[in-house]
């Protein structure tokens, strides 16, 4: 070919061009400035064909006359979602796909053409609750406490709106998707000493409703309800126990004394099972009926403590959700002062103490309080008419003497029975306010007068 015939060529494909592109233009122009399409001219948020005027993007033209008389005259040049991933990426390459994605009616969301509101074609702001509850139920938003997410329409924040790899669409695994937002909870289930089974092993959605719940908390019912259809045990003492806790009738319920993720301390209490307890049985409060016990002014300074009290663990003698004896205790003790010894009446006291302390008048090995082989533990306990209790000379939790001995002594109505306790080597002596003063020694038994 010439170098005149090359020229002439690149001329007349130039002006095809020009003569297409005006053609185009002058199309776009028709339909935009056309008074039957001005509902899509100016739109705050454009779709990119018809904020550039390219009409004939989407819509080609089949029949001569615009209107036509019958039928259309236009029609989109692909149907679906195929029209739409002309341009946009495709989805449906991911395990679960957004109902209205698969099945290819991105218009049931999008406006086509563009809106007033928001981006991403959608006819909303921020706030896409409007949207989505076209199809999604509104009444799972409606619960007394709601998510702040799907308060305020952020749906998109948790979920993705076209396909994702977890169900429900969730832009992450459940638990990540959560931890988030909260990284307080993230950071605690990664270095907490102690994790809750029913987080570690499953979802948060096994407690919490991510839209909206019907208790504190996003909690799926009240917590103690929640927490007891799990803890069977618990639930048995803490509903058909004789004694109940009654910090299990707080308004905090179970969490008075638990935290619910994770903690520093077994059985996910707030702080030490010591420290757990004397936060309530440690202050005076004279304006209930029958006040709690000062525990913690009881054993202050004390420097000999209770086995299980020096071990900071109060639950070894009580049992915190609910117990058949009084005072939560753990197994039968007599509530009174006096209490002749019977096969059972001491099982609690002799759960950990020798069983055979106040079975034989007389021995050499079961007990150290006795006069030469009398045992006194069973001349004090077994009295058929008034057999003292461990409490008539002994404190429960801590005292300044060894053996637990009760100094300031034991209550006896308005008045407080001194033991006046005495120790020597082999023996000691005692001068309560119930009896005289005796004398006993392992080695050289004291005779006593009748």
Known sequence: MSFHSKVLCKSLLLGLLVV?????????????TADCHAEYIGLANSHSPVAEGECESCHQQVQEQHPAAEGQSFELVAEGAKLCYQCHDSYGRQLFVHSPVKEGECTSCHNPHGGEKGKFLLNADHDLMEVCTQCHDAAAFSGEFVHGPAASGACVECHDPHQANQAKLLKQPLQKNCTRCHADMAEGLANAQHVHSAVRESECTSCHDPHSAPAIGLLQKDLESLCLECHKRVSRNATKAK???????RDEKCGACHTTHFSEFPALLKSSERDTCLDCHGQDDFSKSKPLKNIAKEIKDKPILHGPLRDGKCSNCHDPHGSDYFRLLRGNYPQGFYQPYTKDSYDFCLECHDKNMLRFPDTSIYT????????????????????????????????????????EGA????????????????????SPGCHRTYEYDREVPVEYAE
Do not use: I
């Open 411 to 430: 209550e006896f109505g308005s008045w407080r029975v001194p033991t006046r306790f005495s120790k020597t080597e082999t023996g000691g002596s005692c």
């Open 20 to 32: 297409t592109s005006a053609a185009s233009a002058a199309s776009a122009q028709t339909c935009s």
């Open 243 to 249: 004694v109940k806790h009654a910090a299990l009738y």
């Open 368 to 407: 150290s309080f006795r006069n030469g082989k009398q045992n006194l533990h069973y001349v004090h306990v077994t009295n058929k008419y008034k057999g003292r209790t461990c409490r008539a000379c002994h404190e429960a939790h801590a005292s300044d003497a060894e053996k637990l001995m009760s100094g």
